[in-house]
């Protein structure tokens, strides 16, 4: 019996020069290391199923299910400024679409799958650390209620793959509100094909903003859309403390769903120029900078709508530049309002930012862990006996209790008690995010001794970020001075 996927293929349906139709290439000997029981539920699979040894092989492409009609989506895209006419899915492979049990239309894609018409001088395939990282880190993104791509199996090919060294390979199969990116738009407007521009944007707004196709103007709608949910969501990202490492155009969705985990990581002490990836010498992607490089992908993204604006140049150019002109506000409200729930306010006054702002200016210059000093503010909140907590987090804890002294001034004009101020705290401060030192600790284990009980037991915790799970207290610390990550390196 073949295991049936309820497959749908509408991006399969869009003209031929929108993808390459390209089978996976079969790997030696699977080995499912990780099933995301819960998500195939959602899809409406069975996890069952998927955990025999057919389901590994489907799960790393060595098996097509029934009613699959794969497909390496074309892109281009802009990597580090510089734009690349052709990129598309190198070493991804889209097996169909599932409407899943909310209604929502689901790519189901195979990362690591072999090599496509697009794979360049790559090999096609995926190291297992980078799976690993990715299937950590997207989990975590989705329990911590930020949008994002999600993880559904990982699965050793029991094939080895050159890197700088030889490295056991995998496949990630990895499951997308869809997989449309400002460099899908690129690759039909570098080519001045506004016909496919036009195609391509029929169907995102179909799938992601259907709504828009009844609004007066869909192709302007469209872009403030995804200028809005692009806001949105690196908004979320820095009021996590993550840093997505290769914010290219390329790895920048439609959706607004964080796409593409390589280089990617969680601070630990708060610093604004932070910076993990290795590829990211220049640091145009470290951590402060990510709204502006949000704007940047975006006026990309409005390049390529342009000639659906309006046939007059200057007039799409304009409106261009209005809709682009919604960005700051729209993420400086959102962050704004993200930062006064971090810090325990329920009203917004005059001062707010500053008052905030000069709490992440004083842990910048104390090296103050992020997550900490926000999740144990919460607890300060509750009790000035908690003081100690967090004014240990920082090199001179004067600097703390200056600032506790000016916070607590503007909570007491609050009617909310204590208690209800340190709850809706630790609703959005999390005490546990994928701390890279023990992602780093996760993957070893992993890779030189084949156990995976380190990486189990670290997605349970990160599956509750938000509660306190006394029996794995030691979750929630920073690395100690030997335990640093300085550097993540590219998922390749
Ligand atoms: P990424 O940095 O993963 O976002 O990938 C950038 C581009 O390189 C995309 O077009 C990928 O498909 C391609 N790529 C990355 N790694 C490989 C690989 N091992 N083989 C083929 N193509 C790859
Ligand atoms: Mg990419």
Not at 278 to 289: Q, T
Not at 345 to 356: P, Q, S
Not at 434 to 455: G, K, L
Request: net charge negative; with cysteine; aromatic share 8%.
């Amino acid at each position: 019996m073949t295991l049936q996927f309820p497959f749908e293929h509408t991006y399969a349906a869009l003209p031929a020069n929108f993808f390459a139709r390209v089978a996976p290439t079969p790997v030696a000997s699977p080995r499912l290391v990780k099933l995301n029981r819960g998500l195939a539920v959602q899809l409406g699979l069975d996890p069952d199923q998927l955990a025999t040894p057919e389901g590994a092989e489907i799960l790393s492409g060595k098996r097509l299910p029934e009613g699959a009609d794969p497909i390496a989506m074309a892109y281009a895209g802009h990597q580090f400024g510089h734009f690349v006419p052709q990129l598309g899915d190198g070493r991804a492979i889209l097996l169909g679409e599932i409407i899943d049990r909310d209604g929502v239309r689901r790519d189901i894609q195979l990362k690591g799958s072999g090599p496509t018409p697009f794979s360049r001088r790559g090999d096609g395939r995926a190291a297992l650390g980078p799976v690993l990282r990715e299937y950590i880190v997207s989990e975590a993104m989705f329990r911590l209620g930020i949008p994002t791509t999600r993880s559904l199996a990982a699965v050793i090919s029991g094939e080895g793959v050159m890197r700088e060294t030889m490295l056991p390979g995998a496949v990630l199969t990895r499951v997308a509100s869809s997989h449309i990116r400002v460099g899908t738009f690129q690759f039909f407007a570098a080519r001045g094909d506004t016909d496919g521009v036009r195609r391509l944007a029929d169907h995102a707004i179909g799938r992601h903003y259907p709504e828009l196709a009844q609004a007066d103007r869909p192709y302007h709608a469209l872009l403030d859309a995804v200028i809005a949910r692009q806001a949105d969501l690196v908004a979320r990202w820095l009021l996590v403390g993550f840093i997505h490492g290769v914010m290219n155009t390329d790895n920048t969705s439609i959706s607004g769903e964080t796409i593409d985990y390589g280089p990617c990581a969680f601070m630990d002490e708060y610093n604004p120029a932070k910076v993990f990836s290795s590829i990211d010498e220049m640091g145009r992607y470290a951590y402060g900078n990510q709204p502006r490089i949000a704007l940047w992908n975006l006026t990309r993204l409005a390049e390529c709508l342009l000639p659906l604006f309006s046939d007059d140049k200057d007039k799409a150019i304009e409106q261009a530049q209005f809709a682009l002109g919604e960005f700051a506000e729209k993420f400086t409200a959102a962050y704004q309002a993200g930062l006064r729930a971090k810090i325990g306010l329920f009203t917004k006054a005059d001062g707010d930012e500053a008052l905030v702002q000069d709490l992440l200016d004083a842990m910048t210059s104390n090296q103050a862990d992020f997550t900490l000093t926000f999740r144990r503010l919460g607890d300060v909140a509750l009790d000035a006996d908690n003081d100690e907590a967090v004014r240990g987090l920082f090199i001179n804890p004067t600097t703390f209790d200056e600032w506790a002294a000016r916070w607590r001034q503007r909570t007491a004009l609050e009617p909310q008690t204590p208690e209800e101020r340190r709850e809706a705290m630790h609703r959005v401060n999390p005490a546990f995010i994928p701390r890279n030192h023990r992602v780093e600790a996760v993957i070893q284990a992993a890779m030189n001794h084949d156990d995976y009980a380190p990486f189990e037991e670290l997605l349970t915790v990160l599956s509750k970020p938000f509660e306190e799970q006394p029996s794995f207290a030691a979750y929630a610390d920073p690395p100690e001075a030997d335990q640093r990550v300085t550097q993540t390196f590219c998922g390749t």
